[in-house]
């Protein structure tokens, strides 16, 4: 059930105005940055970070430690912190961090809170397009304070499909292998290089279907109230209800994924691994 009211921290603040604010402040730096030098490093053989991941992610967590001290966290960039509190929150400071580094004007910051592991609010903040992705659990999903929705496109023929292909090389093969599958009966594909903008796009309309196989909770945790709230369904491979830890998934309104997991049943991207 949804929780009437969200925490108000030690200061009196409510936790969505905590969350707006970590958001526009982290955008800020990010949106500064952009055009300037960076320093990256990486993580893994195509996964990069850069300097200002960091210091926005520590922008972000000074705020909302200092106001929430008990919740715990999970950040991309941070070791976990465990609290005295059923609140969590999660955090991707810089998703998109290729298209960043690149000089792609195309990323986000995704703030989350989640209660019991149960996502009960979130922010995907685009700064470039003054772009604020928000939803609260029984309270709709927004652009910019405006109403979105999920597509209602029913059809895969008729459908404008996006994803990314992360950095998991075989199961990236495997999402070209489905796509090639389905072509050329759907409209087109996108892929944009952030999953929190691929979800809130699918949320709010602007894409008919998202789908990635590899995300982790930080990617994910703002995209599951933002579609829930926009009437749309996060399922994972299998066709089951995704959560904070499900790393596959796809997402469109009911109808539309039912298509999907229907003309795409037994392909090696819905069966791996």
């Excluded at 830890?245 to 392909?267: Q, W």
Aim: charged share 25%; hydrophobic share 45%; aromatic share 8%.
């Amino acid at each position: 059930m949804p929780d009437e009211f969200l925490p108000v921290s030690k200061n009196g603040r409510p936790a969505m105005d905590l969350i707006l604010e970590a958001a526009r402040a982290a955008g800020a730096i990010i949106r500064d940055r952009f055009n300037s030098e960076k320093e990256v490093s990486f993580k893994g053989r195509k996964d990069i970070v850069t300097d200002v991941d960091l210091a926005a992610e520590k922008t972000i967590l000074d705020l909302l430690t200092g106001e929430f001290p008990e919740f715990s966290i999970l950040a991309e960039e941070s070791k976990p912190v465990d609290g005295d509190s059923p609140y969590k929150w999660v955090v991707d400071p810089l998703d998109g961090t290729r298209n960043y580094a690149h000089g792609i004007p195309h990323f986000c910051t995704i703030i989350a809170l989640a209660k019991n592991d149960h996502v009960i609010a979130s922010a995907t903040y685009d700064p470039v397009r003054e772009e604020m992705f928000t939803a609260e659990e029984g309270k709709g999903a927004f652009m910019n304070g405006i109403k979105v929705e999920a597509s209602d496109t029913t059809e895969v023929s008729s459908a404008l499909l996006c994803c990314d292909l992360g950095y998991v090389d075989e199961k990236a093969a495997l999402a070209i292998d489905m796509i090639r599958a389905l072509w050329p009966d759907l409209t087109s594909t996108r892929l944009l290089g952030s999953a929190g903008l691929g979800v809130a796009y699918a949320a709010s309309g602007r894409v008919d279907l998202f789908f990635h196989h590899s995300l982790a909770p930080w990617d994910i945790a703002g995209g599951l109230i933002l579609a829930q709230e926009a009437g749309a369904r996060v399922v994972n491979r299998q066709g089951n209800d995704a959560n904070l830890y499900t790393p596959g998934v796809i997402i469109s309104n009911p109808t539309l994924v039912a298509d999907f997991l229907k003309r795409t049943d037994g392909m090696p991207w819905r069966t791996a691994a």
